[in-house]
């Protein structure tokens, strides 16, 4: 009964450096999201994937990539990282985009770039 | 224009009582979702209730319930009988019907209320 997997849970990097956050969810959801949160923020969404093989942007994706070679796994890759994204992360999926349907939430990666 | 918005940064309630969280929403799709989340002290999201645009009912799901005023665009969340663990900030999100440009089934968060249940 896992449901969205998300490692690590903390980080803490250096500027400059880039690393990958790993989001895996085993619904066989096609629709995946990344968001953060900011302190005293509501979430914003970085980028999505409608399924395999397809990403987009969202609203705040510059800094970041992502991609999605299997229905399963969705990881946000940071390049050069910087103290603007110390932020939460969180990932989320969902069967289809029918307003109905609501998205399932990993439990976040608290990301400090120092 | 803000998609969601929550005018309430923090909200105190004594244990038992009822508590009304405020919720606007701007959107002019006529097909839209209407959600609750609560987010705990450890982090996570945490899904409460669902309102749909064409529901004609107000959900309930235990003590919640979704108080929906369409033509006023709100939708409040109002707890009942209040437990110390229902202190938690909470995001009211919306997920509008059409696509709209590259964001499809994307939630649109307000900033949340603090919400702290006291004995």
């Known amino acids: 009964n896992a449901g969205v997997t998300q490692t690590p849970k903390f980080r803490i990097l250096k500027i400059g450096q880039s690393m990958t956050l790993q989001c895996t969810q085993d619904?066989?959801?096609?629709?995946m999201y990344w968001y953060r949160q900011d302190p005293g923020m509501g979430l914003k969404l970085i980028y999505y994937s409608v399924g395999a093989g397809i990403t987009d942007k969202g609203e705040v994706p510059n800094g970041y990539n992502v991609s999605r070679s299997t229905t399963e796994d969705f990881p946000l890759r940071l390049e050069l990282a910087a103290p603007s994204q110390t932020s939460v992360y969180f990932c989320?999926?969902?069967?289809?985009?029918?307003?109905?349907?609501?998205?399932?939430f990993g439990d976040g990666t608290r990301l400090s770039i120092l | 224009a803000q998609k969601i918005t929550q005018t309430q940064p923090g909200m105190f309630v004594q244990e038992k009582e009822a508590v009304t969280l405020d919720c606007t929403y701007d959107?002019?799709?006529?097909?839209?979702?209407l959600f609750w989340y609560k987010q705990p002290s450890s982090g996570e999201m945490i899904f409460l209730i669902y309102q749909g645009s064409y529901d004609e009912q107000n959900a309930t799901e235990g003590r919640y319930s979704l108080n929906f005023q369409k033509a006023r665009k709100s939708a409040n969340l109002v707890i009942s009988a209040s437990q110390l663990g229902d202190s938690a900030m909470y995001f009211c999100?919306?997920?509008?019907?059409?696509?709209?440009?590259?964001?499809?089934?994307?939630?649109?968060f307000g900033r949340g209320t603090q919400l702290t249940v006291w004995p």
């Open positions: 999100a919306m997920r509008e019907g059409q696509n709209r440009g590259s964001t499809l089934g994307r939630l649109y």
């Open positions: 959107t002019s799709d006529q097909s839209y979702g």
């Open positions: 619904m066989n959801h096609n629709y």
């Open positions: 989320a999926s969902s069967y289809g985009d029918s307003p109905g349907q609501p998205q399932h």
